[in-house]
């Protein structure tokens, strides 16, 4: 089990860390409204590798079965290696590359009128928090996973 949550939690954080790199690329000129919908979707392309990973253990190590609390074993902790790879490229994106990125969110936050509880934002923050999202998601996934791929 150890071996297919690393092969497919690395999978998925080189996946996040791949669409990171073409979001930086080809994502210049675009408002945060299309960024944050291309963010959701990295994370869940990056994420679909949870299926992957279940099925492989199922089909090739387990000998066709797996149980459902297996399933979502494997899968919350493919979310855990996927989430912190995720939330390193965050944080480099927001300490080094564009450091005034929480600073302009929130701006843009105030101009819509929707700065009312618009919090100070630390790179350390917001990568902590791409973790806990990327977990959340992750378990939803796993748990629709599991139910899909589950055999005794």
Known sequence: MKHT?????????????????????????????????LGYVSIVVSLSFIYFGIKHYRDRINNGSVSLGK????????????????????????????????????????????????????STMGALFMLALVIVIGFIITIISGVILQRK
Not at 25 to 30: E, F, Q, R
Not at 89 to 116: R, V
């Open 5 to 37: 949550v690393i092969t497919y939690g690395s999978y998925g954080a080189i996946t996040g860390f791949l669409i990171f790199i073409l979001h930086l690329a080809l994502g210049k000129g675009l408002d945060y409204g299309t960024l944050e919908v």
């Open 71 to 122: 399933a979502i074993l494997i899968g919350v902790l493919i979310s855990v290696l996927v989430g912190v790879g995720i939330a390193i490229a965050d944080f480099i994106y927001t300490a080094y590359i564009n450091p005034d990125f929480f600073k302009e969110y929130s701006q843009m936050l105030i101009n819509e009128g929707k700065g009312d509880d618009v919090i100070e934002m630390t």
